[in-house]
């Protein structure tokens, strides 16, 4: 089979491979239908990140399931699924409490299409995909859902609600800051879209970019270009811009007693914090990686609802055979490669 290979900064190949089999009755054999960038491929593409070539790529899909293990019994071949980018086993301590990322049955950071267990699971953009634990790790989706819509789910879409969700159960109504950018910026979008769904009280989006301004105030936020010292307060924050001046900006606009959650990542020295007035305004500040898993079923069922439009947030869709091309052209938010 041929999967999707990162050779360098700015060079991709289709590489022939074998193709995985079942390795245990738990196990499901699926075919990627519809895979979506992540923000972070961009920097991966660009030789930018810290994971070094080469490595099969892409970790955002739905997918058809092609066969399944003895073991699975409520899912079957032909069923349109959404495939979670981070490898979890589903009956760990970490697990069974919905922290999926950190699953302490399967080698830390597994993934696929990046990270150190790369040459085991591979990525997305190849003819067939191994899942170890199919019935805990597969979600599948609803009838009349479009597979390219909700591609992303597998980790932007839920990153993004990840920072709104939860606090937005505990603080219904409330006002929410998302500060965006970072690499192609789709995360601080869908986070403004899925804030505007849950029934946020207003949402403010900041970023210089003007095309996804117009994106987000389709998705039904106020919008800045400017990226002020402080605006609000607001009781639910987010950085996802990936600058020390939207992180700083994004604190300082968090109210008393409010939260702010970074979904930038920050390879470089670490920026600096308003420590002191979040300590004394008792912010709750969160950050790391997201457990996609447990997020997943969020936005899918917001997305077959209705409530949330995430195709608007989709720069294009291209075809199986155009994804080197495609990745390579640069300039897109989110970009969907179909076959």
Known sequence: M????FTGPDALEWRDVDEPRLHS???ALVRPLAVATCDLDALIIAGASPFQPPFAIGHECV??????????????????????????????????????????????????????AVEQWGGFLADVVSVPFAEHMLVPIPGGLEPAAVASASDNLSDAWRAVGPALAE??????????????GSIGLYAAGLAVALGAGSVMYVDADERRRETAAKL???????????????????????????????LRSTAPDGVCTSTAIYF????????????????TFRTGRVNARDAMPHVIELAASGALRPELVTTAVVPWAQAPDALLERGWTKLVITR
């Open 220 to 250: 039904g936020a106020g919008t800045l270009a400017e990226t002020p010292r402080r605006l609000g307060p607001y009781s639910v924050t987010v950085d996802a811009s990936a600058d020390p001046d939207g992180l700083a900006l994004a």
């Open 171 to 184: 603080q219904p109504g409330a006002d929410v800051l998302v500060v965006g950018g970072a690499g192609p």
């Open 63 to 116: 997918a058809e399931i092609l066969d399944v293990g003895d073991g699975v019994g409520s899912l079957q071949p032909g069923q349109l699924v959404s495939v979670p980018f981070q490898i979890s086993c589903g009956a760990c301590e970490a697990c069974a409490a919905g922290r999926t990322a950190n699953c302490s049955g399967v080698a830390f950071m597994s993934t696929y299409g990046f990270g150190p």
């Open 268 to 283: 470089a020295e670490q920026p600096p914090m308003p420590l002191l007035e979040m300590y004394t305004k008792g912010i």
């Open 25 to 27: 009755d738990r196990a």
């Open 2 to 5: 041929q999967q999707l290979t």
